[in-house]
């Protein structure tokens, strides 16, 4: 069945989600950016809208919340994280399941920062909220566990930011300082201008909260405050040469368990599971039945998180 999506957030992902929608049999009917939106009740044509945002700055001629006034399925929340009140997203999600619509979110933030205000919501609305994308963009985590069954998983630890990653791999094979990997992670294009959210451990943390409130399915509600978060930044070269000689490396490793979220450079040894290079990202799932799983892949970009977003998309068919 084909869904039509109103998209709010014209970055890597919304873009992305725009291109890709008609591949997985569904059509975007309405996409905003932070000033404007684009509504076609027929369908947006990706590449005009693009050829439009790039010429002009704005993706279309009317207002972003025109969005919600478009005949629409699915809204997908693909805007920026925030943190705290974790607007605006929050609002949007609100007003989508205020109108019975479904929502999917690539936005971290009403799952990370507002669990239960989200899931009352949601139960009040004849829409569902899925969030795939939040939590390790392409990799299936949340679907695995669904199919496993939250009571069933005990745990999940692992890498789930290919930014810190990076980092700490090249660190580890080039025997360079963190200051000159993280520039040439920036002229990579694979860290921020600003990598605070990366490397102070924010992003994962936000990510392992998000597992946290998924397996503690309503018993417990987790926030980034809940989180003992510590990042990369004050890992020196040193140490990871040491680690070395004992066979070991240094991961910016998170984890969810029944005492809480904590997200911390560890030793780990080398060749092990967790010791994934580049952006790679890897969650290792503990379970009462199935012993351990791991699941990676590649946990960030437009395409790769689409994908994601897409996949919510068709589980609402």
């Not at 709010?8 to 929608?21: M, T």
């Not at 076609?40 to 693009?50: I, K, Q, Y």
């Not at 989200?118 to 949340?142: C, D, K, W």
């Amino acid at each position: 069945m084909s869904l039509r999506l109103a998209v709010l957030g014209a970055g890597a992902v919304g873009g992305s989600v725009l291109d890709l929608a008609g591949d997985y049999g569904h059509e975007v009917v309405a996409f905003a950016d932070s000033s404007s939106s684009a509504v076609d009740p027929a369908g947006l044509d990706p590449s005009a809208v693009h050829d439009r945002k790039e010429r002009d700055g704005a993706v279309g001629d009317a207002d972003p919340e025109s969005v919600f006034d478009a005949d629409y399925d699915v809204l997908v929340e693909a805007t920026p994280t925030t943190l705290g009140d974790a607007e605006p997203g929050f609002s949007h999600v609100e007003r989508a399941l205020a109108d019975d619509r479904h929502v999917v979110l690539a936005n971290k933030g009403p799952v990370a920062e507002r669990y239960a205000d989200l899931r009352a919501l949601e139960a009040e609305s004849e829409g569902t909220v899925q969030f795939e994308a939040a939590v390790g963009g392409a990799i299936p985590i949340l679907s695995t566990i669904s199919d496993l069954g939250a009571p069933h998983v005990t745990a999940a630890r692992g890498v789930l930011n290919g930014t810190a990653n990076f980092i700490l791999s090249r660190m580890a094979a080039e025997g360079l300082d963190y200051e000159h990997v993280l520039a040439e992670a920036q002229d990579l294009g694979v860290a921020e201008a600003d990598p605070t959210f990366d490397v102070d451990g924010i992003d994962a943390a936000l990510k392992f909260v998000i597992l946290a409130n998924v397996l503690s399915d309503g018993e417990t509600e987790y926030a980034l405050d809940d989180a003992e978060v510590e990042g990369i930044r004050n890992v020196p070269g040193t140490a990871l040469d040491l680690a070395a000689e004992d066979g070991r490396t240094v991961r910016l490793i998170g984890e969810a368990t029944a005492d809480g979220v904590r997200v911390a450079p560890r030793l780990i040894p080398q060749g092990s599971a967790l010791s994934v290079t580049g952006t790679q990202n890897i969650v290792q799932l503990e379970t009462k039945h199935a012993g351990q799983l791991n699941i990676s892949g590649r946990g960030a970009g437009g395409p790769e998180t689409a994908t994601a977003v897409l996949s919510d998309v068709s589980r609402l068919e």
